[in-house]
């Protein structure tokens, strides 16, 4: 079973506008970590948010904000004032909690690429 | 700022040759990754070490060997190159040691060497 879900292969939005790209993930463990990464045309992963899943609080990070919904199992990244430098693959990611006798390992969704247009 | 560097962004090899690929951080982490990404797929995590000479295996590690003689740099090594490896590799370094049971170990990422095996 996938254990990190990005249903929207592709998204776009105007510039200035907020969008809100999903994930969802599985997982039995009652400690995880979910992060955001962004990975440009130029290839590097750029880490953009975290969130654990006792913090209380969502996690937010300049213009990143995780709407996080442990319940639904959720942790969707909303960027507020998208910019044309926006524009790149999206990926979550997440860190189970239970050790299993090795590394805990990030497992990572198939991503989602995001287009900003001016 | 996080640094880690790959050793080449683009490297074009003939079948059966070796093939070396260089990581170097800079900021004194004890663990480093080598993923491989390839489109539809994912990243996917080849090996990892969690402190100098030792090395774990990943998710696919066949036909792939690694070394780390300095906590600092973390080389991949393909011993005879094949069509199939073909791909974009990334290296990444992460802070904290112990297995990285830590949900908090934030991964870092290079900016990829795209490998062309002909």
């Known amino acids: 079973a996938q254990k990190i879900t990005q249903t929207q292969p592709g998204m776009f939005v105007q510039e200035k506008e907020a969008v809100t790209l999903d994930c969802t993930y599985d997982?039995?463990?009652?400690?995880?970590?979910l992060f955001w990464y962004k990975q440009p045309s130029s290839g590097e992963m750029i880490f953009l948010i975290y969130q654990g899943s006792y913090d209380e609080q969502n996690a937010t990070e300049g213009r990143y904000s995780l709407n996080f919904q442990k319940a639904r199992k959720s942790a969707n990244l909303v960027i507020s004032a998208s910019q044309l430098g926006d524009s790149a693959m999206y990926f979550c990611?997440?860190?189970?909690?239970?050790?299993?006798?090795?590394?805990?390992?990030?497992?990572f969704g198939a991503g989602t690429r995001l287009a900003v247009h001016p | 700022d996080v640094k880690v560097t790959q050793s080449s962004r683009y490297l074009v090899k003939r079948t059966g040759e070796k093939v070396f690929l260089e990581c170097v951080q800079d900021m004194d982490h004890e663990n480093m990754f080598w993923y491989r990404q390839d489109p539809g797929l994912g990243l996917r995590l080849i090996y990892f070490s969690y402190d100098v000479k030792m090395k774990e295996k990943g998710d696919i590690p066949e036909g792939y060997s690694v070394s780390r003689e300095k906590k600092e740099r973390f080389s991949l090594i393909l011993e005879s190159a094949s069509t199939n490896q073909t791909s974009m590799y990334l290296c990444a370094s992460s802070p904290h040691g112990g297995w990285g049971r830590m949900i908090t170990d934030t991964q870092y990422f290079g900016p990829g060497t795209r490998l062309t095996v002909l």
């Open positions: 990611a997440m860190r189970e909690g239970v050790f299993s006798g090795g590394y805990n390992k990030l497992i």
């Open positions: 997982t039995s463990d009652q400690s995880y970590g």
